[in-house]
């Protein structure tokens, strides 16, 4: 609903002339026109996703079915695989993060448990055909790994800390190595094998990497 309010204090123009403000002035009471353009654009992407690998959508098929103009997207985002990682971030972070303050194995448990949900299926195409696209370009890299990577390798190397510190994992653990090691099998099962993560493949993991831990 749109509200109508009155000026009727002088205000300055452009030129540095007084004006009277008597003309109403339309103020909306809903959500800023930019906020939605951004979530038409955001829900777009990801149902084009839906049907279209990453290298083959463009910005253009983006701006033509959100009903927006290109140069309205290259204001929020620099390219198209920054846009992917917006659009598919909103669904991966309802998966709740590991609590931290429990039980250090219960934790890493958790959080590869969440890790594996996020890869599996459409969700897991979708990141590798994201990473695959970010190789070769430092900036698209650096992308990949802020909006998507940063979050999993702080939680994760937080969990293992944890574990050191109560006597759960042994204290000679190089946190950051571990770190790389647990994810990176994700990565190669999810470029080199054209079979979805499965369940038992997630159950792997959380055993091995217990086990590398101790």
Same mark, same amino acid.
């Given at each position: 609903m749109t509200a109508i309010v009155a000026h009727a204090s002088p @205000?300055?123009?452009?030129?540095? @002339?007084v004006q009277e403000m008597n003309e109403p002035v339309a103020r909306s009471n809903g959500r800023p026109r930019s906020e939605k353009s951004m979530q038409a654009i955001l829900d777009t992407t990801n149902k084009i996703l839906l049907m279209t690998s990453v290298r083959d959508i463009s910005i253009e098929s983006v701006a033509k079915k959100a009903g927006v103009g290109k140069t309205t997207i290259y204001r929020w985002w620099p390219n198209k695989v920054a846009l992917v990682l917006d659009a598919i971030s909103g669904p991966m972070n309802s998966l709740p993060a590991p609590v931290s303050g429990g039980n250090p194995k219960d934790l890493l448990e958790k959080q590869l448990e969440r890790f594996a949900r996020i890869c599996r299926g459409r969700g897991g195409k979708v990141i590798a055909e994201v990473y695959a696209e970010s190789q070769g370009n430092a900036e698209t890299q650096a992308l990949f790994f802020k909006k998507f990577m940063v979050q999993h390798e702080e939680i994760l190397a937080s969990i293992l800390e944890q574990g050191k510190s109560s006597g #759960?994992?042994?204290? &000679? /653990?190089? &946190? $950051? /190595? &571990?770190? #790389?090691?647990?994810?990176? $099998?994700y990565f190669y099962q999810l470029m080199s094998n054209p079979n979805p993560l499965d369940q038992n493949f997630a159950n792997g993991m959380i055993l091995e990497a217990l086990r590398i831990c101790k």
């Open positions: @205000e300055i123009n452009q030129n540095n @002339e #759960d994992f042994r204290s &000679t /653990l190089n &946190t $950051a /190595l &571990t770190v #790389d090691m647990i994810y990176g $099998a």
